[in-house]
């Protein structure tokens, strides 16, 4: 059932997910997942880096027009769109392009978001692969239009990554169900 539920998801978002700029198609918004710019231990976190490269190249490819940055905030001294939005400025993108979303605590929240807050049905996921699926599937489920453009993922393989994002998707299917159940009931 655990495998079933993790390839499943994977298949659904197969032809949903981009890693060349020259096939994935044009959104006005591009929607940065959220993580924590520094790892537990110090040092900068790949994912975070890789995550902001990719809107970077999506945003100057002029594949989105707008950045959505989606990710958790609950902390006084931690931001993730903050850190987020500091660094795609950073990196040259003007500032009224990109929109902070404050409340993105988890992915489906994230998505949810995007379409009820920034009232759009069609956009853009910047995240791994992995995440970019469970992302789109989630989208997908609740009737939006959504594909991922992969980032940069790390050369080594994280077991411990792996491992959540297995619970990750058997809670992304909770989510939905609970989701249309609550919506339907």
Request: glycine share 8%; proline share 2%; charged share 25%.
């Amino acid at each position: 059932m655990i495998v079933f539920c993790y390839l499943g998801i994977s298949f659904w978002s197969i032809r949903k997910n981009y890693d060349s700029i020259d096939c994935i198609p044009y959104n006005t918004f591009g929607v940065v997942l959220g993580t924590s710019k520094y790892l537990h231990g110090g040092g900068i976190n790949a994912y975070f880096k890789y995550r902001i490269d990719a809107a970077c190249f999506l945003f100057r490819h002029k594949k989105v027009r707008y950045i959505i940055v989606s990710g958790d905030n609950r902390e006084t001294n931690y931001n993730e769109p903050k850190m987020m939005k500091k660094e795609l400025i950073k990196k040259g993108i003007p500032y009224h392009f990109i929109y902070e979303d404050f409340y993105g605590i988890s992915t489906l929240h994230s998505v949810l978001r995007v379409h009820k807050v920034f009232h759009q049905k069609k956009f853009t996921i910047i995240s791994q692969k992995f995440h970019n699926e469970r992302a789109i599937f989630i989208g997908n489920c609740l009737g939006l239009d959504v594909i991922g453009f992969n980032a940069k993922s790390l050369t080594t393989f994280d077991k411990k990554i792996q491992l959540r994002e297995v619970f990750a998707r058997i809670k992304a299917l909770w989510d939905v169900y609970c989701y249309f159940y609550i919506k339907s009931g």
